[in-house]
């Protein structure tokens, strides 16, 4: 045999057989978390397709097939809802608003605060304060819900609107978050150089960390927000009058009244579906802050 074709028959350096069917066999392997990704979003929209279909099906429509088809309702389901109680489901949606929206902006206000001071200052207990906000981070709300209840009751708040919007002031998630943002983007040498030109500590703070750590604060408000907006055993333990309750307390007592009023179904399933409408507009407002220079405070500065 020649020389010329032993070195068309000898594989080229540096592959092995099969070599020809590796690049196919990691792309085929690639695929595996892209499908199980594909399976569990599914699994988790499958059941909002549902409230969303379901919702536009009338009372005979809905308890009679199961089908992923729209139905002709939505218009009467939301009529009846809107009537319903001379409009009770608006005042919870209006009550969730307010827990949600002024608990959260509350919150991010005293998380920002506290987080940026845990991140810049040095002084004698500083780690042990964290400490103990990264155990309440691990902490259970459910733990903290009957305690909160005693104390509001000592102070002769329960059933009010502050025994619900006062405990969700402080969130340690929140403070923990904001303390590590702001430990990263906030430059140290910024505000020293601040402190030369003779900047007090609160102008610092308002004029040049706050407005490098708005992409964190906002992932901060938008944590707090569907927190608070899907709180549910708190207004349970601290509320009694229903005009008070927020509006998954409220969907709850739809659902214990559907028990003996089927009807009451529908309406239900509508007020879930507007309930969740909220939160998707809210996602889609903020999410332009996350791309957000972190450096535009220091520079506007």
Do not use: H
């Not at 329960?158 to 969700?168: E, F, K, N, R």
């Amino acid at each position: 045999m020649s020389s010329l074709a032993l070195r068309k028959a000898a594989p080229a350096a540096g592959t092995t057989p099969g070599t020809a069917q590796g690049p196919p066999l990691r792309r085929r392997i690639a695929l595996v978390p892209t499908v199980a990704l594909l399976l569990g979003a599914l699994y988790c929209l499958l059941p909002v397709a549902w409230v969303v279909i379901a919702s536009t099906k009338s009372g005979s429509e809905l308890f009679s097939t199961f089908t992923f088809l729209p139905g002709t309702g939505f218009t009467e389901n939301l009529s009846d809802l809107s009537a319903y109680r001379d409009g009770v489901y608006w005042q919870w949606m209006g009550n969730s608003a307010l827990y949600a929206g002024l608990g959260a902006l509350l919150s991010t206000a005293v998380s920002s605060v506290s987080g940026y001071a845990l991140a810049t200052y040095r002084f004698r207990g500083r780690e042990a304060i964290f400490n103990v906000l990264l155990a309440g981070v691990l902490m259970p709300p459910v733990i903290l819900a009957v305690p909160q209840y005693l104390l509001l009751a000592q102070a002769n708040l329960t059933d009010s609107y502050l025994s619900v919007l006062l405990p969700q002031i402080l969130s340690p998630y929140g403070v923990y978050l904001s303390r590590i943002y702001a430990a990263a983007a906030v430059p140290a040498d910024v505000v020293e150089a601040a402190r030369m030109d003779g900047a007090n500590e609160w102008r610092i703070f308002t004029r040049i960390a706050l407005p490098m750590m708005i992409p964190g604060l906002v992932t901060v408000f938008l944590f707090q927000f569907v927190a608070v907006w899907n709180n549910f055993l708190l207004p349970f333990i601290m509320l009694s009058d229903d005009e008070k309750f927020p509006i998954t307390l409220g969907l709850y007592t739809l659902l214990e009244q559907g028990a003996n009023t089927p009807a009451l179904y529908t309406l239900l399933i509508t007020g879930a579906f507007l309930a969740v409408l909220p939160l998707v507009a809210l996602f889609l407002v903020v999410q332009r802050f996350w791309s957000l220079d972190l450096l535009s405070g220091a520079v506007k500065s």
